[in-house]
């Protein structure tokens, strides 16, 4: 019989992977392009991977900041287990510096600036399937930054046949990601403009190390990955940088991978925005639809352009409102009038290993606390 283990924050460092040791008890962190060079006692521009005595560890290993139950559609992911609900979490810290961060108050902040629970790898499906989940969610702050938490609790997720999800902003070095990608189902991307100027103002990083992880991911993996443009009015909503960014993703990754353009609302530093008229969306969508994407979204807003169609005969597959699934039409990955394929995870086949007491026997009263 599994049984939870969810207990109180503890003081036990796990020791990081992707560093090496420098002069001095410095050490190296080459796990994002950061590639910070921390002094002992301090931490990298993430908070969360800390030098102590000449090693690095990482703070947010076993330490959920955040844990909510959603639907897959929040994600967003709109082609991967459609109506199905996802265990999410995250923990402190970022590798960015996004002014306009929606979930600053976990982002940036240190670990010990959260309020934050001890969940070991092995008790997070447990949680998952307790709460009818098909898959787990590493999501609300960058899951890159705690690469060793997300591969210890793959392997537990794929014991019972979950499927695992990176909602990430991209931001990982080659040396790092096939570690963490090849335990991964799916990811949706965060491809937050198609300007350096942009990324190096706006989110204090770069945009070309971006673009190479979706190339990985489409040349180097079977992960099912969608992309995200989050649309700040005046920042990066230019017509002409939409349909740059749309013709980059159609020579380099193809046009069956699903866009989403979502609605931006004042936060954190970015307060002087206003929210994204639904008008930019409508106008965005058309844009990459026009340049020759097949599947192309509007989040954040109530939008007809959340709905799935046919690209062939155009039938209206998946009716969506905000992230609820209204109605699904699609059959064996196919449109249900003319056949036509849909690309896509329509199906959990894993979900089949699962046996019967799986998820059956954690006990409520050891994770009553946790409110989701
Ligand atoms: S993961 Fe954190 S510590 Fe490592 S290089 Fe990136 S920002 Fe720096």
New binding site residues.
């Given amino acids: 019989m599994e049984e939870l283990k969810i207990l109180q924050k503890t003081e036990e460092l796990h020791e990081a992977r992707w560093w090496e040791a420098e002069a001095n008890g410095r050490v190296h962190?080459?796990?994002?392009p950061?590639?910070?060079h921390?002094h002992p006692g301090q931490a990298?521009?993430?908070f969360i991977?800390t030098n102590q005595n000449g090693k690095l560890y990482n703070l947010g290993y076993g330490a959920p900041a955040a844990l909510q139950i959603d639907p897959i559609e929040k994600k967003p992911l709109n082609h991967f287990l459609p109506g199905t609900r996802v265990f999410s979490m995250g923990t402190a810290g970022c590798?960015m510096g996004c002014f306009f961060c929606q979930n600053w108050d976990i982002s940036k902040s240190r670990s010990d600036q959260v309020h934050s629970q001890h969940i070991p790898p092995e008790d997070v499906p447990l949680l998952a399937l307790k709460y009818g989940c098909e898959s787990l969610a590493f999501t609300y702050n960058e899951p890159?930054?705690w690469g060793e938490y997300v591969i210890d609790i793959c392997k537990e997720a794929k014991k019972y046949g979950l499927k695992t999800v990176m909602v990430t902003n991209g931001y990982i070095t080659y040396d790092a990601f096939h570690d963490i990608y090849d335990h991964i189902d799916a990811a949706n991307v965060d491809l937050k403009a198609f300007t350096e100027n942009f990324y190096g103002r706006i989110t204090l990083t770069h945009l070309q190390p971006v673009l190479e992880t979706l190339e990985w991911l489409k040349k180097e993996t079977a992960v099912w990955f969608e992309i995200t443009n989050l649309m700040i009015p005046t920042l990066n909503d230019d017509p002409t940088e939409t349909r740059k960014l749309s013709e980059w993703i159609l020579t380099h990754l193809g046009l069956d991978v699903p866009l989403h353009f979502t609605a931006f609302h004042p936060d954190f530093k970015l307060q002087d925005k206003p929210r994204t008229p639904p008008a930019t969306l409508d106008r965005a969508r058309q844009i990459a639809l026009d340049a020759g994407l097949r599947y192309v979204y509007e989040g954040n807003i109530y939008s007809d352009g959340a709905n799935t169609y046919c690209p062939e005969c155009k039938e209206l597959l998946v009716r969506r409102s905000w992230h609820d699934v209204l109605e699904n039409r699609i059959q064996d990955g196919t449109c249900s009038k003319c056949g036509f394929a849909i690309p896509g995870v329509w199906i959990n086949e894993a979900k089949e290993k699962r046996g019967p007491k799986h998820g059956a026997t954690a006990s409520a009263g050891n994770y009553g606390h946790l409110n989701l």
């Fill in positions: 962190c080459y796990l994002c950061r590639h910070c921390i990298g521009f993430c991977r590798n890159t930054i």
